[in-house]
């Protein structure tokens, strides 16, 4: 399909798919907190498998509630596994970095992914992106450095595993953007959980299984029902909004990491993490209202010659 083809976004689904990206933000940052804390206990493949497993089980309630098998007609099977495949990767590299160093460090790199993902964009989406949302990217993204303060040692396995998730991650996010014009929610879903289950089960013979307790394992199994709910949402952004527009509110997710901590552990925002998150906020509302402006200009109906 042709990147022109792709539907125009209105007022109202740019509102509904930045809603839908904040609510998918929030849960996976809170996953994320949960899916470190494990992996340093299992192995990843382990961790990975379980959690794929219990994605299932959202997936089949909105197949269910969707249309049946009806729903599972799709003349694009091949995008629907690459993308897939490429989920895979992601999520594997992500926790392989949880795993491997410390926490602020990995989202800090992962925040590449925006960068990558507005570039991207343009060439394989054909969405136009003007000076103000590039420099509100690149706005926000310092706004996250400022945040979380990277240390200075990112240059080791760790990083090269978050920086690799980064990349597919807006490769993904790409394909998501894609497939969404053609396909249903529901389809788009069931493909990547079963396919995941599929891969995960594939790599079972690669790593030594760790015996698990039941409260891990129910634990991750909460983190696979929750992913497949958030990736619902997470879908449902890019169907209604243009990927540059989302991009900037992946960034929220350390707004929430912000909060969680001062919550449930007591940490007190540093000025550094305050004046990060007002920058981040910023950008991401900017894009929001240049959008929404530039569309709402667009829609008018051309002034009559007179």
Same mark, same amino acid.
């Given at each position: 399909m042709l990147a022109s083809s792709l539907p125009p976004a209105s007022r109202s689904d740019i509102k509904r798919g930045i809603a839908f990206m904040v609510g998918a933000v929030l849960v996976f940052s809170v996953l994320n907190a949960a899916i470190k804390w494990q992996v340093a206990r299992y192995p990843v493949g382990e961790v990975v498998f379980i959690r794929c497993l219990f994605a299932l089980i959202p997936c089949f309630v909105l197949v269910s509630i969707s249309g049946g098998l009806r729903v599972l007609r799709t003349r694009r099977l091949g995008w629907h596994v690459s993308r897939a495949m490429l989920q895979f990767v992601s999520m594997s590299c992500s926790f392989m970095a949880f795993s491997m160093m410390p926490l602020a460090d990995a989202v800090a790199i992962g925040f590449a992914s925006?960068? @990558? %993902?507005? #570039?991207?964009? !343009?060439? %394989? %989406? =054909?969405?136009?992106? =003007?000076?103000?949302?590039? =420099? #509100? !990217? #690149?706005?926000? @993204?310092?706004?996250?450095?400022?945040? !979380?303060?990277?240390? =200075?040692?990112?240059l080791n396995s760790g990083a090269m595993f978050a920086l690799t998730n980064a990349l597919f991650g807006a490769l993904l996010s790409i394909g998501i953007r894609r497939l969404s014009a053609t396909e249903a929610s529901a389809t788009l879903v069931f493909y990547q959980a079963v396919t995941t289950f599929l891969i995960a089960t594939a790599t079972l013979p690669f790593f030594t299984w760790v015996p698990i307790t039941w409260a891990d394992f129910f634990m991750i199994g909460g983190i696979g029902i929750c992913s497949g709910v958030a990736q619902f949402w997470w879908t449902q952004a890019f169907r209604f909004t243009p990927a540059a527009i989302l991009a900037p509110f992946s960034y929220l997710s350390m707004i929430w990491a912000v909060l969680m901590g001062f919550l449930v552990w007591g940490d007190v925002p540093t000025l550094p993490l305050i004046a990060g998150a007002a920058i981040v906020a910023m950008s991401g509302l900017f894009i929001a209202y240049r959008e929404t402006r530039r569309r709402g200009q667009a829609s008018q109906p051309a002034k009559p010659a007179s």
């Open positions: 925006p960068i @990558f %993902l507005t #570039a991207l964009s !343009v060439p %394989l %989406l =054909g969405e136009k992106v =003007g000076v103000y949302r590039w =420099g #509100a !990217v #690149a706005f926000g @993204f310092i706004g996250v450095l400022i945040m !979380v303060r990277p240390t =200075g040692d990112v």
